[in-house]
């Protein structure tokens, strides 16, 4: 069945509804004026195979899109730009969001191409509604942290790298520039497997964080079309329990306390036990106490935590408060230390070095351009399609 132009037309204005472009700016874009592009959306002007072209990835969709028998949706798409407050008026973040649509379609048209396996991706999807508030949000993101590291088989022992760990699970992973008030986004769609980007701006250390941040979407959050998560919605719900899933995913609270247990604190000053023999008698009690102070965690203590568990010293030290493991006063002092410039020179002495993510490349970049070399050495794209 041919298409036809007022058909055409139909989908390519629904296409650019979605993204929340206007007439104007899709025309500029393309480099026609915008009375052209209404006549085209109108049905009353053919659209060249160029501006077709450019039109598709404009809108992140795929050129076959608009000339198949039946046109979809794209409400995932729709959704998330509908659902996010701002979205529409940055145009930096709807080309970031588009781009990566398109690559990410990209890349699965080149595996369909080379006839590789499958990508299935094996991460669980946990069937929760938002939590009505930031309490419920937290106390939900701690049990899911705790579940998935339970089904993973991680005990509680530090994660490896998160990428890595996340490409085993089936989820695609890159590191590229991003609005600098966006710290990662996650993409999700029927037609291609989850995809994780982070800012390549943001340090190293930041990006383990990050990536656990960003699975906390890809687990809970999968009918939505994706999600971005910028600085000024840290406020929000879902962002409140993705933080907290990452910091029982990267912090695991039994793996804390045996750590802080092994620096010989972490205890009470004070404890009490009754000891019973079953002779029918009363138990006896004991009573211990430790050295004053002596418990006291100090930041050469943080420093090797936060080392071990791969995680900034910042974000240990308020692990640490969660875990009631420090006092708030405590968590106060300990910020103030962590910013001091001595606190360097002491990890140096220590030989403690943040675990950041163990490479700055990107994993889907990598197996994009080794998609891209093995289909052109195959001869199934042209060489400037390679380009």
Request: with cysteine.
């Given at each position: ?235 929000e719900v879902k962002e409140i329990r993705a933080n907290a899933f990452a910091a029982a995913l990267l912090m695991p609270a039994d793996g804390v306390h045996a750590f802080v247990q092994d620096l010989g604190k972490g205890s009470a000053s004070r404890h009490t036990a009754q000891v019973y023999d079953e002779e029918g008698q009363a138990p006896v009690r004991v009573e211990g106490r430790a050295a ?49 410039r001595h606190t360097d020179e002491v990890a140096g002495v220590l030989g403690a070095t943040p675990r950041a993510e163990p490479e700055p490349s990107s994993a889907f970049r990598r197996r994009f351009v080794g998609c891209l070399l093995e289909a052109y050495r195959r001869s199934l794209i042209s060489r400037g399609k390679l380009l």
């Amino acid at each position: 069945m041919t298409v036809t132009q007022k058909e055409l037309g139909g989908r390519l204005r629904s296409a650019r509804d979605a993204v929340g472009m206007t007439q104007e700016e899709a025309a500029a874009r393309i480099e026609v004026s915008r009375p052209t592009l209404a006549q085209v959306e109108a049905g009353n002007r053919p659209a060249s195979s160029l501006e077709l072209d450019r039109l598709a990835g404009l809108y992140g969709r795929d050129i076959r899109d608009f000339l198949a028998p039946q046109f979809e949706e794209d409400e995932a798409l729709r959704a998330l730009f509908r659902a996010e407050p701002g979205f529409e008026s940055s145009a930096d973040l709807r080309d970031a969001l588009v781009a990566w649509r398109n690559k990410g379609r990209a890349l699965s048209n080149l595996e369909v191409l080379l006839e590789l396996p499958q990508r299935l991706c094996t991460a669980a999807a946990y069937s929760v509604s938002l939590p009505a508030t930031r309490w419920l949000a937290i106390e939900q993101g701690q049990q899911v942290g705790e579940e998935e590291r339970s089904r993973l088989g991680l005990g509680r022992a530090p994660l490896p790298g998160l990428a890595d760990l996340l490409e085993s699970q089936g989820v695609r992973t890159a590191v590229e520039e991003l609005p600098d008030n966006v710290s990662g986004m996650t993409l999700l769609g029927r037609e291609q497997s989850p995809l994780i980007v982070l800012n390549s701006r943001h340090p190293p250390l930041r990006w383990r964080f990050s990536f656990a941040h960003e699975y906390a979407h890809v687990l809970l959050d999968r009918s939505r079309g994706g999600v971005v998560s910028r600085l000024e919605d840290r406020n929000e719900v879902k962002e409140i329990r993705a933080n907290a899933f990452a910091a029982a995913l990267l912090m695991p609270a039994d793996g804390v306390h045996a750590f802080v247990q092994d620096l010989g604190k972490g205890s009470a000053s004070r404890h009490t036990a009754q000891v019973y023999d079953e002779e029918g008698q009363a138990p006896v009690r004991v009573e211990g106490r430790a050295a004053p102070r002596s418990q006291d965690l100090q930041m050469y203590d943080v420093i090797r935590i936060a080392e071990h568990f791969g995680v900034s010293r910042m974000a240990m030290i308020y692990r640490l408060r969660n875990l009631r493991l420090i006092t708030q006063p405590e968590l106060e002092a300990l910020k103030a230390q962590a910013e001091d410039r001595h606190t360097d020179e002491v990890a140096g002495v220590l030989g403690a070095t943040p675990r950041a993510e163990p490479e700055p490349s990107s994993a889907f970049r990598r197996r994009f351009v080794g998609c891209l070399l093995e289909a052109y050495r195959r001869s199934l794209i042209s060489r400037g399609k390679l380009l």
